[in-house]
């Protein structure tokens, strides 16, 4: 799986900025105050470093920084010949005051980010524990996978894959519930275990997509929502017959996947979409299989909506297709990579959505 946290030296360069201003803001004054007439006194400015301190900085590193601005508050105060005014006294005072204040605002600030990183914890655990790794080999094929999360770090959401190896050949699903949160989760996990347990023996696409969409039902139904009764989920199904050359696909709403052949990239769109799971009772119950030609060497890149709807600053789609074919030959290990360093990059590491990839390639 791809790890987004390589992929920010912007942030990291900005967090140095931003804990480096008290320091600078502090040398400032005392810099400027001795470079002007005494008249012009900018020891009343000397209250903004702890201020600043307590956005980045500890409690103890807090009051440190504080006391170096009372102490070039009493030295710039002792230039002024000034130290028993009542003002200065006041100045001090004030200095002494913002730095208690900042301690305690620091001190919250890290409980905070302590029981952020505990939620963030247990998101990522939870969603390692649905979306798992897949072996890099299954049968005649290998596979990569990558899974980025949205930029809400504790708002896991609905994006699931998975690969069996079953006497029909390898079968693949991809797909993405609609919504976020743990009843996104709770659909997610539904999907997963019905497809490990229907793949193995279901004897064709169409009868695997049935017992999905009976699982999923038969979930929304025990939900007493109507949030629950509205969950559906696009999704993906392929087949890849290890004994041939042929590729079989059955997508239910699910954006198409791309096909690498030859050097060259295009998508394997739908000629009849089958109805996303949990709405056939509305649209259709009736499912449609496409077949294409995959042969040895050929890459399959199946992908969620996460994905083809990333947009960069200027609110553009991210052209998947154009921005994959010059890495067409790599593995499916490079290819993953680039996808995913390319996809934060194209973002400004601000997806807005969870983004799945999953990549076959026929040995």
Same mark, same amino acid.
């Given at each position: ?13 900005? *967090? ?5 201003? @008290? ?29 600043? !301190? ?43 005051? #913002? ?13 905070? %980010? ?10 990522? !655990? ?6 798992? @790794? ?50 996104? #989760? ?10 490990? %347990? ?10 695997? !997509?049935?017992?999905?969409? =009976? ?7 025990? =939900? ?39 050097? =060259? #990239?295009?998508?394997? %769109?739908?000629?009849?979409?089958? @109805? ?10 009736? *499912? ?27 609110? #553009? ?47």
């Amino acid at each position: 799986m791809t790890d987004r946290a390589a992929h920010r030296p912007a942030q990291d360069l900005g *967090y140095a900025v931003v804990r480096l201003a @008290p320091l600078a803001l502090l040398l400032a004054a005392v810099i400027i105050d001795v470079l002007t007439p005494s008249a012009w006194r900018f020891n009343r400015f000397l209250a903004g470093p702890p201020a600043l !301190a307590a956005a980045t900085w500890g409690p103890v590193g807090t009051g440190v920084i504080g006391l170096l601005a009372l102490a070039a508050d009493i030295a710039m105060t002792g230039d002024y010949g000034a130290l028993d005014q009542p003002w200065a006294w006041l100045t001090m005072a004030m200095i002494a005051v #913002v730095t208690v204040a900042a301690m305690y605002a620091s001190h919250v600030r890290q409980e905070h %980010e302590r029981t952020m990183a505990d939620l963030r914890s247990v998101a990522e !655990a939870a969603q390692r524990a649905l979306v798992r @790794p897949l072996p890099s080999r299954l049968g005649s094929t290998r596979l990569a996978t990558m899974y980025l999360a949205a930029a809400a770090q504790a708002r896991i959401g609905g994006d699931f894959y998975e690969a069996q190896r079953t006497p029909y050949g390898i079968r693949i699903m991809i797909g993405d519930v609609r919504g976020k949160g743990l009843p996104a #989760v709770e659909t997610a996990a539904v999907m997963m275990g019905a497809f490990r %347990e229907a793949a193995y023996d279901a004897p064709d696409l169409p009868t695997l !997509a049935t017992r999905l969409e =009976t699982s999923i039902r038969r979930s929304s139904a025990q =939900t007493r929502s109507k949030e629950g009764e509205e969950r559906f989920a696009t999704g993906l199904l392929a087949e890849i017959p290890e004994d041939g050359t042929v590729l079989r696909l059955l997508s239910c709403g699910h954006p198409p996947p791309l096909l690498i052949s030859g050097g =060259t #990239v295009r998508e394997l %769109e739908a000629t009849a979409p089958s @109805p996303p799971f949990n709405l056939a009772v509305l649209l259709s119950d009736e *499912y449609h299989v496409d077949t294409a030609s995959f042969g040895a060497g050929d890459t399959l890149l199946l992908y969620t909506d996460g994905v083809s709807e990333t947009r960069d600053r200027n609110g #553009v789609f991210y052209p998947l297709a154009e921005r994959i074919e010059p890495v067409a030959a790599a593995s499916p290990g490079e290819l993953i990579d680039h996808l995913g360093a390319d996809l934060l990059a194209y973002a400004s590491d601000n997806l807005v959505a969870d983004a799945a990839v999953l990549v076959v390639r026929r040995e």
